[in-house]
């Protein structure tokens, strides 16, 4: 089945510091890909998507390239901010399948001043 | 405009007792809704889903159960609680291409 798969948290950071999250997924057709951000406290938030292959996502200065080759969505971010600490999830979705979020398990962010 | 809301947004309840929690979707129709689980420490767990009136999936057996009454109804219940039923539960519907809006969630413990 479907699966998405992130590198181990918790991820610490200095401001201004270069970030890559792995992300790899394992799917049967042409999932859409997605990242979602979860600040404390707060509930899931989308953060950038791509729904083919070679597509690029971005949004507040986070990338992430859809890589069929490789099966990979990995987010990266040149200069990240305190502000930028939180829980971020890799996602895919079939909408062939009802339309279901496959999740990774999550990566926690934390970037220190 | 469209809107999901959830509640209630923090829940402690005792072992064995009953559980509900809803949702409810404003200005669409006939959405896909979904009920997801964050346990601590843990990612997100897809629990059930309804493409429509009356229509459940579920993903993994379990001590939870799902029901939608109404088209924008979705509801989520246990006759008796567990210890490993605390988490943070999430409702979601999808927007068609703009992707999965959740709501706010509810933090349930378990005690």
């Known amino acids: 089945g479907n699966s998405v798969t992130q590198m181990e948290g918790p991820v610490t950071l200095s401001e201004e510091a270069f970030l890559t999250i792995n992300c790899t997924y394992t799917?049967?057709?042409?999932?859409?890909l997605f990242w979602y951000v979860q600040y404390p406290g707060e509930g899931l938030q989308l953060l950038l998507k791509?729904?083919?292959?070679?597509d690029k996502g971005s949004n507040k200065g986070f990338e992430a390239t859809y890589r069929k080759e490789t099966t990979s969505f990995h987010l990266e971010k040149g200069s990240v901010q305190v502000s930028d600490s939180a829980v971020y999830f890799c996602?895919?979705?079939?909408?062939?399948?009802?339309?279901?979020?496959?999740f990774g398990q999550g990566t926690e962010l934390s970037v220190k001043p | 405009s469209q809107t999901i809301h959830q509640w209630p947004a923090t829940l402690v309840q005792p072992v064995g007792s009953p559980l509900s929690l809803e949702c409810t979707v404003e200005?669409?129709?006939?959405?896909?809704l979904y009920w997801y689980r964050q346990a601590a420490g843990r990612g997100l767990q897809l629990l059930f889903y309804?493409?429509?009136?009356?229509?459940i999936s579920s993903e993994v057996p379990q001590n939870l159960s799902a029901s939608r009454p109404q088209d924008r109804q979705f509801i989520l219940s246990s006759k008796k609680l567990l210890l490993s039923d605390s988490g943070f539960y999430l409702c979601?519907?999808?927007?068609?291409?703009?992707?999965?809006?959740f709501g706010s969630g509810t933090r349930l413990t378990v005690v």
């Open positions: 979601a519907w999808v927007q068609g291409a703009r992707g999965y809006t």
């Open positions: 799917a049967t057709g042409y999932p859409s």
């Open positions: 791509a729904t083919k292959a070679d």
């Open positions: 996602a895919l979705s079939e909408f062939n399948q009802g339309g279901k979020l496959i």
């Open positions: 200005g669409t129709s006939n959405p896909n």
């Open positions: 309804s493409v429509g009136i009356g229509q």
